[in-house]
């Protein structure tokens, strides 16, 4: 793997040793979506029906981007040993053989919750600022070299404590989530774990100057932001009763995507 080429023009500043910038992307996890209010309500019990399948159903979207997402960074990468490695991560989500896929887990989460296929599969429940920011990580990895694109997922650093903290509280705090919508966060905790050391292979082979670190934890920062915006609107619609065009309407008339 070659180095990226980082816009950052400094030079004069002594690059990280692989260990110290190792621990620069894990000081990142202090951001990450797990301890946003809205999922710290989740994992203490405070959530209401509503506001779980609010998150199932807008967080559906984003999983339906995944395959996108890794289907263009394949595209955009020239490396066939890459290419072998990362297709596990398209194939993960979209089923293969007798493995029906993080989709089709997160469909049967759907119906967990009390959400039919229909309407996930509608994105009826999406909202806007949802949709705006998983289109933006999407058009990123889309554009970006696949250096780059690779290095936005290693959110799933902290996947796996996310993943854990649901199947420990969950079943205590929502007895009334049938037990088979458990199984997605069980499959990621295994598969995010694999996907996490590639990715971190991947990012301390290619950011060998400081400016190609800085870069990367900015890349980093830019996905922690996404699945921040994220729970954001949730927040607006679900906890404070906010959702979208609230004071002219109390219709989900926002769109559904373009093409």
């Known amino acids: 793997m070659t180095a990226i080429a980082s816009p950052l023009s400094d030079t004069s500043v002594e690059a990280m040793s692989p260990d110290a910038f190792r621990q620069a992307l894990l ?14 309500d989740m994992a203490a019990g405070r ?85 705006f920011a998983v289109d933006a990580y999407l058009n990123f990895v889309r554009r970006a070299d696949w250096r780059e694109a690779a290095i936005s997922s290693l959110t799933e650093l902290f996947a796996p404590e996310a993943h854990k903290s649901r ?6 705090h929502y007895p009334w989530i049938d037990e088979a919508g458990y199984g997605y966060f069980r499959k990621r905790l295994k598969e995010a774990r694999r996907d996490v050391d590639h990715g971190l292979e991947v990012a301390l082979a290619v ?36 959702p979208p065009y609230h004071t002219v309407t109390d219709q989900r008339v926002y769109h559904r995507g373009l093409s």
């Open 27 to 40: 000081a990142k996890g202090d951001y990450y979506h797990i301890h946003h209010p809205y999922q710290v």
């Open 47 to 131: 959530a209401t029906p509503e506001q779980l399948r609010g998150w199932v159903a807008n967080r559906f979207y984003y999983q339906i981007n995944i395959p996108q997402k890794d289907a263009a960074l394949l595209a955009n990468c020239p490396d066939a040993a890459t290419r072998r490695r990362w297709i596990q991560r398209l194939l993960d989500h979209d089923g293969h053989d007798d493995d029906g896929g993080g989709i089709e887990a997160w469909l049967t989460l759907g119906e967990a919750v009390g959400l039919s296929r229909d309407e996930l599969w509608s994105q009826e429940h999406v909202l806007p600022g949802v949709r």
């Open 167 to 172: 199947l420990d509280t969950w079943p205590t």
């Open 207 to 242: 950011c060998t100057t400081r400016a190609a670190q800085e870069r990367a934890l900015e890349i980093l920062q830019f996905k922690l932001d996404v699945l921040w915006s994220m729970l954001d609107a949730m927040t607006l619609a679900y906890q404070l009763e906010r």
